[in-house]
């Protein structure tokens, strides 16, 4: 129980966390499924970018709002990271069960970073609505 609390108050550390178990699970229904893990190795590359994004950005600026794994508001880099998951896990699911072409998955997938990416980076170096208010007071 301690492991979960701990993890919960650390985005970054809960994320990594979330992300080597979908490397585990998928790792073995890739194995069931017959994947070539070179390309299953590709498709979790694709996932890099998005991930360190998010990352970089709770380093730089370190959000105040609760996890998503908690009550209360979440951060808008935050929801976006577990959007960008969830949709990469889907689309991974669907190609490796349907065996399709999984390097061209990881491309497509990869494509997106730079959108993703740049709004968590811009949601990073953005002014909080607080920080203006004070800024305006003095």
Do not use: H, Q
Not at 32 to 40: A, P, Q, R, V
């Amino acid at each position: 129980m301690n492991f979960l609390k701990r993890c919960c108050d650390s985005k970054r550390e809960c994320l990594t966390y979330i992300i080597v178990t979908l490397w585990v699970g998928i790792g073995i229904l890739g194995t069931y499924y017959e994947t070539n893990f070179n390309e299953l190795a590709a498709y979790f590359i694709s996932l890099t970018g998005f991930a360190g994004a998010y990352m970089y950005g709770e380093s730089v600026r370190k959000s105040g709002d609760s996890s998503i794994f908690k009550g209360g508001k979440s951060s808008k880099r935050e929801l976006m990271i577990y959007l960008t998951v969830f949709l990469w896990l889907i689309i991974g699911v669907f190609t490796i069960i349907n065996g399709a072409d999984l390097m061209g998955m990881s491309a497509y997938f990869a494509a997106l970073t730079p959108f993703v990416g740049s709004y968590i980076i811009g949601e990073t170096i953005k002014k909080e609505p607080e920080a203006e208010e004070e800024t305006d007071e003095n």
